[in-house]
């Protein structure tokens, strides 16, 4: 800032020189004049400081309340994230890892027990020196076996009658090969199925979500055991092996697994490194070769069962075991078997038998195999007789001559070891015995390992012991039926053993979950009475809730971790820490509130909005405790939009403007009639048969789409910007960005993304004769221009575009601008310059002022839908449509009710959210994930774009 002198300088040098010549009274003039001068600039410097003094003191205050008001949140946020740390804990269940293994030279049944060497057997003596193991991805049981309708005419479904050659060599042959169901465990994802197959262990709902992160087994497994025992392993086919068993393999040769739109690539892959190793030239490069293919499942993924694709591919694989059991010799053990089945429309996750049934046949050129009395044919179905997955473990194990897993829950399949007679009972009481010792072994270290003796007191010791003095008796009559009714009794121990162990890692630790939701409950409490039930300014009182909270925060985890040492809970230190921790700074909350009581006021609704609203967020919160209500969630939140939108048009009569009145009320029945078209589009989940209709694909049986959608998205391609444009225009915003947003970006990429999916369908159908590769390339360079002007272009435009405004000025006479001021709208704000009766005036108008945040803001998820819409099916892109327009419709009915204060607002559109997301055809079940939309814009992954777009897909219905 200048100072006094310089200011004073610059009085003008004429006017002194004036002064000057004229005599001492002038002079005296000028003296007074110039101290009057120097005064005024010392008073204008003095009120700049001042100001800038305040300036600097309230920036200050602003820091320090702004710094304390995050504090304060900062540790709201803690305890919410400690609240949902607990309930997690608690509620998603893992399985404790065992790292012990199991020694050829150490055989569970101690001294007693037959110990060879790998060559002849570790445990037991083996059957074969080498396997082919192949695994078809999705496999199904009812794939494998001959299919008739009710009059015995063979079934017409692309996905029957086609996998014929196992079922008939094991009516034909049954001492060389048997077919059975093979249930597998849920969650029945790939990478889990691997692990339970390899290791004979279950899996937890927990570890569904490695399945596309796939890290190494580190528990004892059959892969370690071939390694450990010399023997030579050539694996082919889905990556997914490769990254369980890393370095494992002598010769491998891996195929990228997910992209479910590929249905050759991994199959001709096996083929092609498979055969030219089972030559004799190359027999000693391996003894166990393991082949993965995946056409099965991706073309259920893609097409469904019920397409031409899937039978295509069953009859791939059925002379793919032709030619492969010509190839083997005596001395190999061929294995075929499915990792799971799949649902009606091609997908997998665990919710229904049909996924859980997969198929497994195993053949030897040499008779060793036999039937158990009464099961001499396949059975028709699972129904009739099965045998888990983890069964396998076992079976391989002593079938191969090695050590049987650590880990192992599984007991050996009969049919491998009662002999071509069927009368091997003595055999198959051995290895039954072997297996129970092993399962036994397993449960104690199990129960040292987690320090409870849950497992140890249950029935499955007393069966073991049972089952041991059984077998001390009968060996001594050696009779057909005591070898059974020995091999019974450890049967029951392995059944019993099994079904506590699937007891044991489905239990909920409800002590982490009751204190989970204490603390989300309180936590969400005290926001509730910081923002809404103190009255008055809050800004004094932050510092001190944060200082208090703080304090609580501190003692409380001190005190929570001490509680631990007291031997009363066997909780542990970092949970007891963790929520004494908060409730420590929740208790300090609710103590200070005491202290400013006068400053309360009472929390509980009084408007029907505020009732309703509180109504929706606690029944949307306690349905999850109601099976019935969680699996018809679909359905109670559109009874609750309905409600809503019902309530609204009754409420909109109350107001007096007659505008207020028609806008508020023709919005309700928009929202309405909107909530319940979106709620056609639907894909019923397992538990909500018969009583619901699939709509979201073309039928049941199938993962593609319906013409009508395609026929749909043009529609909405030249309909829905109009749609969005009547919504501008009526706040007079439809101005500067808007109009190019809306009138040209909006409708081409709509357009693109309706060519897109017509391109899909018609490489689905082939509907057109255009090259797979050259159909492929198109459909991804018009993908790539979507996504791109979605959440590229639109961003970068949206940063940088100006408010949706246009600014009009306009001269008119006096009279004129009075009555054009009287006739202007009222979304327009005007600015007159002053002016005379007889001189012009000029007007300003300001067109969409009314709405000039709102206009702009609302231009990023027109932006955004664009890619959302294209990342999900047809149908899915129109309900993303239906929900941007209920949106509007939900801001025109708060604004014109006056309920922008009401808490009403935000809790509809967090429904909306949740209502759309069955609407987009998800459930909350694994098999709906529409893993696909990955490969919408390319043939490969590559991260992380590759993730983000399938979080896109699978959250684009929050889009609002």
């Given at each position: 800032?200048?100072?006094?002198?310089?200011?004073?300088?610059?009085?003008?040098?004429?006017?002194?020189?004036?002064?000057?010549?004229?005599?001492?009274?002038?002079?005296?003039?000028?003296?007074?004049?110039?101290?009057?001068?120097?005064?005024?600039?010392?008073?204008?410097?003095?009120?700049?400081?001042?100001?800038?003094?305040?300036?600097?003191?309230?920036?200050r205050e602003f820091k320090i309340s702004h710094s304390l008001v995050v504090l304060f949140f900062l540790w709201v946020a803690y305890t919410q994230l400690v609240g949902v740390y607990l309930f997690t804990r608690g509620f998603l269940l893992t399985r404790k890892v065992l790292e012990e293994k199991s020694e050829c030279k150490i055989s569970p049944l101690g001294l007693e027990a037959y110990l060879g060497e790998p060559g002849t057997g570790c445990w037991h003596h083996k059957t074969f020196d080498k396997a082919v193991i192949v695994i078809i991805d999705a496999l199904r049981y009812d794939f494998t076996v001959p299919q008739v309708d009710a009059d015995g005419v063979p079934s017409t479904e692309h996905y029957h009658n086609n996998f014929k050659t196992p079922y008939e060599i094991a009516i034909k042959n049954p001492e060389n090969a048997f077919l059975v169901p093979?249930?597998?465990?849920?969650?029945?994802?790939?990478?889990?199925?691997?692990?339970?197959?390899?290791?004979?262990?279950?899996?937890?709902?927990?570890?569904?979500?490695?399945?596309?992160?796939?890290?190494?087994?580190?528990?004892?497994?059959?892969?370690?055991?071939?390694?450990?025992?010399?023997?030579?392993?050539?694996?082919?086919?889905?990556?997914?092996?490769?990254?369980?068993?890393?370095?494992?393999?002598?010769?491998?040769?891996?195929?990228?697994?997910?992209?479910?739109?590929?249905?050759?690539?991994?199959?001709?892959?096996?083929?092609?490194?498979?055969?030219?190793?089972?030559?004799?030239?190359?027999?000693?490069?391996?003894?166990?070769?393991?082949?993965?293919?995946?056409?099965?499942?991706?073309?259920?993924?893609?097409?469904?069962?019920?397409?031409?694709?899937?039978?295509?591919?069953?009859?791939?694989?059925?002379?793919?075991?032709?030619?492969?059991?010509?190839?083997?010799?005596?001395?190999?053990?061929?294995?075929?078997?499915?990792?799971?089945?799949?649902?009606?429309?091609?997908?997998?996750?665990?919710?229904?038998?049909?996924?859980?049934?997969?198929?497994?046949?195993?053949?030897?050129?040499?008779?060793?195999?036999?039937?158990?009395?009464?099961?001499?044919?396949?059975?028709?179905?699972?129904?009739?007789?099965?045998?888990?997955?983890?069964?396998?473990?076992?079976?391989?194990?002593?079938?191969?001559?090695?050590?049987?897993?650590?880990?192992?829950?599984?007991?050996?399949?009969?049919?491998?070891?009662?002999?071509?007679?069927?009368?091997?009972?003595?055999?198959?009481?051995?290895?039954?015995?072997?297996?129970?010792?092993?399962?036994?072994?397993?449960?104690?270290?199990?129960?040292?390992?987690?320090?409870?003796?849950?497992?140890?007191?249950?029935?499955?010791?007393?069966?073991?012991?049972?089952?041991?003095?059984?077998?001390?008796?009968?060996?001594?009559?050696?009779?057909?039926?005591?070898?059974?009714?020995?091999?019974?009794?450890?049967?029951?121990?392995?059944?019993?053993?099994?079904?506590?162990?699937?007891?044991?890692?489905?239990?909920?630790?409800?002590?982490?979950?009751?204190?989970?939701?204490?603390?989300?409950?309180?936590?969400?409490?005290?926001?509730?009475?910081?923002?809404?039930?103190?009255?008055?300014?809050?800004?004094?009182?932050?510092?001190?809730?944060?200082?208090?909270?703080?304090?609580?925060?501190?003692?409380?985890?001190?005190?929570?971790?001490?509680?631990?040492?007291?031997?009363?809970?066997?909780?542990?230190?970092?949970?007891?820490?963790?929520?004494?921790?908060?409730?420590?700074?929740?208790?300090?909350?609710?103590?200070?509130?005491?202290?400013?009581?006068?400053?309360?006021?009472?929390?509980?609704?009084?408007?029907?909005?505020?009732?309703?609203?509180?109504?929706?967020?606690?029944?949307?919160?306690?349905?999850?405790?109601?099976?019935?209500?969680?699996?018809?969630?679909?359905?109670?939140?559109?009874?609750?939009?309905?409600?809503?939108?019902?309530?609204?048009?009754?409420?909109?009569?109350?107001?007096?403007?007659?505008?207020?009145?028609?806008?508020?009320?023709?919005?309700?029945?928009?929202?309405?009639?909107?909530?319940?078209?979106?709620?056609?589009?639907?894909?019923?989940?397992?538990?909500?048969?018969?009583?619901?209709?699939?709509?979201?694909?073309?039928?049941?049986?199938?993962?593609?789409?319906?013409?009508?959608?395609?026929?749909?998205?043009?529609?909405?391609?030249l309909a829905f910007p109009p749609i969005v444009k009547s919504y501008y225009t009526g706040t007079k915003s439809y101005e500067g960005p808007a109009q190019l947003y809306i009138g040209l970006a909006l409708q081409l990429g709509l357009f693109f993304n309706a060519l897109y999916w017509t391109l899909d369908s018609a490489d689905n159908g082939e509907w057109i004769d255009i090259p797979t590769a050259s159909l492929k390339r198109a459909k991804h360079t018009i993908a790539q221009v979507v996504l791109g002007l979605a959440f590229v272009a639109g961003n970068v435009f949206f940063a940088w575009a100006q408010p949706c405004l246009n600014i009009q000025i306009e001269e008119s006479s006096p009279s004129a601008d009075d009555e054009k001021t009287t006739d202007k709208p009222s979304q327009a704000a005007t600015a007159t310059t002053a002016a005379t009766a007889t001189t012009?005036?000029?007007?300003?108008?300001?067109?969409?002022?009314?709405?000039?945040?709102?206009?702009?803001?609302?231009?990023?998820?027109?932006?955004?839908?664009?890619?959302?819409?294209?990342?999900?099916?047809?149908?899915?892109?129109?309900?993303?449509?239906?929900?941007?327009?209920?949106?509007?419709?939900?801001?025109?009915?708060?604004?014109?009710?006056?309920?922008?204060?009401?808490?009403?607002?935000?809790?509809?559109?967090?429904?909306?959210?949740?209502?759309?997301?069955?609407?987009?055809?998800?459930?909350?079940?694994?098999?709906?994930?529409?893993?696909?939309?990955?490969?919408?814009?390319?043939?490969?992954?590559?991260?992380?774009?590759?993730?983000?777009?399938?979080?896109?897909?699978?959250?684009?219905?929050?889009?609002?």
């Amino acid at each position: 800032m200048a100072d006094i002198d310089d200011i004073f300088a610059h009085v003008p040098r004429r006017t002194a020189s004036k002064w000057s010549k004229n005599g001492p009274g002038d002079l005296e003039d000028l003296a007074k004049a110039t101290a009057a001068a120097k005064e005024e600039a010392e008073d204008r410097v003095f009120a700049a400081q001042k100001s800038k003094a305040l300036m600097d003191q309230k920036i200050r205050e602003f820091k320090i309340s702004h710094s304390l008001v995050v504090l304060f949140f900062l540790w709201v946020a803690y305890t919410q994230l400690v609240g949902v740390y607990l309930f997690t804990r608690g509620f998603l269940l893992t399985r404790k890892v065992l790292e012990e293994k199991s020694e050829c030279k150490i055989s569970p049944l101690g001294l007693e027990a037959y110990l060879g060497e790998p060559g002849t057997g570790c445990w037991h003596h083996k059957t074969f020196d080498k396997a082919v193991i192949v695994i078809i991805d999705a496999l199904r049981y009812d794939f494998t076996v001959p299919q008739v309708d009710a009059d015995g005419v063979p079934s017409t479904e692309h996905y029957h009658n086609n996998f014929k050659t196992p079922y008939e060599i094991a009516i034909k042959n049954p001492e060389n090969a048997f077919l059975v169901p093979f249930i597998a465990d849920p969650p029945t994802t790939t990478l889990q199925r691997l692990k339970g197959l390899t290791t004979g262990t279950l899996p937890t709902f927990m570890d569904a979500g490695s399945n596309f992160a796939g890290t190494a087994i580190d528990e004892d497994n059959l892969i370690d055991q071939l390694n450990r025992t010399g023997k030579k392993i050539a694996f082919m086919g889905d990556d997914t092996w490769t990254a369980l068993f890393p370095g494992y393999f002598d010769i491998e040769h891996p195929y990228e697994s997910l992209n479910v739109w590929d249905l050759h690539t991994v199959d001709e892959g096996v083929l092609t490194h498979m055969f030219p190793l089972l030559h004799p030239d190359n027999s000693s490069s391996w003894d166990v070769m393991i082949g993965h293919f995946l056409g099965v499942d991706h073309a259920g993924h893609r097409y469904g069962p019920d397409h031409p694709a899937m039978a295509a591919k069953q009859k791939q694989m059925d002379v793919f075991v032709q030619d492969l059991i010509k190839a083997v010799d005596d001395d190999t053990l061929v294995v075929i078997m499915g990792d799971h089945g799949m649902d009606p429309k091609g997908d997998h996750g665990g919710e229904s038998q049909l996924e859980l049934e997969a198929a497994l046949w195993m053949y030897s050129r040499k008779g060793v195999f036999g039937r158990v009395p009464g099961f001499e044919v396949p059975p028709k179905n699972a129904e009739e007789r099965s045998v888990a997955q983890i069964d396998l473990v076992p079976t391989l194990a002593l079938l191969l001559g090695l050590p049987i897993p650590y880990n192992n829950l599984g007991g050996p399949i009969p049919e491998a070891f009662i002999g071509p007679d069927g009368d091997k009972w003595d055999n198959l009481a051995k290895v039954g015995r072997l297996t129970s010792s092993q399962i036994e072994n397993y449960q104690k270290s199990y129960t040292g390992a987690r320090n409870d003796d849950s497992i140890a007191e249950t029935r499955t010791t007393k069966l073991w012991r049972e089952a041991e003095e059984k077998l001390k008796v009968d060996q001594m009559q050696t009779t057909p039926d005591a070898w059974r009714a020995t091999y019974e009794t450890f049967l029951n121990h392995q059944k019993e053993t099994l079904h506590v162990c699937k007891d044991l890692w489905a239990r909920f630790d409800l002590t982490s979950m009751l204190l989970g939701i204490i603390t989300l409950v309180s936590s969400v409490v005290s926001i509730l009475i910081f923002g809404r039930g103190i009255s008055g300014d809050l800004k004094e009182l932050t510092g001190w809730f944060a200082g208090r909270c703080f304090a609580g925060t501190a003692i409380g985890g001190l005190a929570g971790y001490g509680f631990h040492f007291s031997g009363i809970t066997e909780q542990g230190e970092l949970k007891l820490a963790l929520f004494g921790s908060a409730a420590g700074g929740l208790l300090a909350f609710f103590i200070s509130t005491t202290s400013i009581y006068r400053r309360l006021q009472h929390l509980f609704p009084t408007s029907i909005f505020s009732i309703m609203a509180l109504l929706f967020t606690v029944l949307q919160g306690v349905m999850f405790a109601a099976n019935s209500f969680t699996i018809w969630e679909d359905r109670i939140l559109t009874f609750f939009l309905t409600s809503f939108g019902a309530v609204a048009f009754c409420y909109s009569f109350r107001q007096e403007d007659p505008a207020m009145r028609t806008l508020g009320a023709s919005q309700s029945i928009i929202f309405m009639v909107l909530t319940r078209v979106a709620s056609f589009s639907r894909l019923c989940r397992e538990e909500q048969m018969p009583y619901c209709e699939s709509t979201y694909y073309a039928s049941a049986t199938s993962s593609v789409s319906s013409p009508f959608s395609l026929i749909l998205l043009y529609f909405i391609a030249l309909a829905f910007p109009p749609i969005v444009k009547s919504y501008y225009t009526g706040t007079k915003s439809y101005e500067g960005p808007a109009q190019l947003y809306i009138g040209l970006a909006l409708q081409l990429g709509l357009f693109f993304n309706a060519l897109y999916w017509t391109l899909d369908s018609a490489d689905n159908g082939e509907w057109i004769d255009i090259p797979t590769a050259s159909l492929k390339r198109a459909k991804h360079t018009i993908a790539q221009v979507v996504l791109g002007l979605a959440f590229v272009a639109g961003n970068v435009f949206f940063a940088w575009a100006q408010p949706c405004l246009n600014i009009q000025i306009e001269e008119s006479s006096p009279s004129a601008d009075d009555e054009k001021t009287t006739d202007k709208p009222s979304q327009a704000a005007t600015a007159t310059t002053a002016a005379t009766a007889t001189t012009p005036s000029r007007s300003m108008i300001i067109l969409g002022y009314a709405n000039l945040h709102g206009s702009r803001s609302f231009l990023l998820p027109v932006s955004w839908y664009l890619g959302l819409a294209l990342l999900q099916k047809p149908l899915g892109g129109a309900s993303m449509a239906a929900l941007l327009w209920q949106i509007l419709a939900l801001l025109e009915i708060i604004d014109s009710n006056g309920l922008s204060d009401s808490p009403i607002g935000p809790v509809i559109l967090a429904m909306l959210g949740s209502s759309y997301f069955f609407s987009t055809g998800h459930q909350a079940t694994l098999s709906s994930i529409q893993w696909e939309s990955v490969f919408i814009p390319t043939d490969v992954i590559r991260q992380p774009w590759s993730g983000l777009l399938f979080a896109a897909s699978e959250g684009g219905w929050v889009d609002g």
